[in-house]
C-alpha cells in the first residue's frame, strides 16, 4: 500500500529535550511537508522541501529543523528552543509536477511536553 | 499575506439537515482551492478540489462546493447531512508556483441522530 508513515504517533518529552519525528512515504512524490495543527488554528507550515538535499521555512519555522537527504524521508526535529512544542504534527506529500497541488497527508504524531 | 478564512468554528445539525459551512480567502489572483475532512481519529483526506472551469465542484459523499471569484469564496454544502459526516474541515488555497497549501483554521461539525 503506497502512503505516508509517520512515527511514532504519541511522544512525550521533558522540556528541553529536542525530539526528532520521522516521516517516511513512498508515493515516489518530490515534495514533502510539515505542518502543525493546533485547536482553532489550522494546520501552520513549518518546512517544506521540493527535492532531496533542499528544503525552505515556511511560515512558523523558528525552534524546528528538517533534512531531506533522501526523497522518501523528511524527518522533523523539535528543538528545546520551541517554545510551545505540545501539537499535533502533519507530514505530507505531493507529486510536484502536478499543477493542481493536492497534498497527501500521513496519520500525524502528537507531541506532548511535560 | 495570504489567508484563509473559516467562519463557522463549531456547527451542530440533526441528521438530514443541510450543511454550508464558508470560506473565504485573501489572495486575488490565479488560486486552486480545496476542502480537506478529517474524521475523528483518522488522517486528513482530501474531499473536493476546484482549478478551473465549472465553478461548481462535485467531490465524495455528496459534498459540493461553489467558487465565486467576485466574492473570493469557496463554500462547502452538502444537502442532507449523516451521522458519519461528523468530522473537522478544512478549507485551503494554493496560490503561485509550489505545492504550498495555505489552511484555514477548521469548522468541527458535529451531526446528531
Known amino acids: 500500500d503506497g502512503g505516508i508513515t509517520q512515527s511514532p504517533k504519541y511522544l512525550f518529552r521533558k522540556e528541553g529535550q529536542n525530539v526528532t519525528l520521522s516521516c517516511e512515504q513512498n508515493l515516489n512524490h518530490d515534495a514533502m511537508y510539515w505542518y502543525r495543527q493546533d485547536p482553532g488554528q489550522g494546520l501552520r507550515l513549518i518546512y517544506y522541501s521540493q527535492i532531496v538535499n533542499d528544503f525552505q521555512k515556511g511560515d512558523i519555522a523558528e525552534g524546528y529543523s528538517v533534512s531531506r537527504e533522501k526523497k522518501e524521508s523528511f524527518p522533523l526535529t523539535v528543538t528545546s528552543a520551541q517554545k510551545n512544542p505540545t501539537a499535533f504534527y502533519l507530514c505530507?506529500?505531493?507529486?510536484?509536477?502536478?499543477?493542481?497541488?493536492?497534498?497527501?497527508f500521513g496519520e500525524g504524531s502528537r507531541l506532548t511536553v511535560l | 499575506a495570504q489567508s484563509v478564512s473559516q467562519h463557522n468554528h463549531h456547527v451542530i445539525l440533526s441528521e438530514a439537515a443541510s450543511l454550508e459551512l464558508g470560506c473565504n480567502y485573501s489572495?486575488?489572483?490565479?488560486?486552486?482551492l480545496f476542502w480537506y475532512v478529517q474524521y475523528p481519529g483518522q488522517h486528513l483526506q482530501l474531499l473536493l478540489k476546484?482549478?478551473?472551469?465549472?465553478?461548481l465542484v462535485k467531490g465524495i459523499k455528496g459534498f459540493e462546493a461553489e467558487f465565486i471569484k467576485s466574492k473570493f469564496s469557496f463554500n462547502l454544502r452538502k444537502p442532507s447531512v449523516q451521522w458519519s459526516d461528523t468530522a473537522e474541515y478544512f478549507c485551503?488555497?494554493?496560490?503561485?508556483?509550489?505545492?504550498?497549501?495555505?489552511f484555514g483554521a477548521g469548522t468541527r461539525l458535529a451531526v446528531h441522530p
Open positions: 476546484y482549478f478551473s472551469g465549472d465553478p
Open positions: 489572495y486575488g489572483g490565479t488560486v486552486n
Open positions: 505530507a506529500s505531493s507529486p510536484q509536477r502536478e499543477a493542481g497541488g493536492e497534498l497527501f
Open positions: 485551503a488555497v494554493k496560490s503561485g508556483g509550489y505545492n504550498k497549501l495555505i
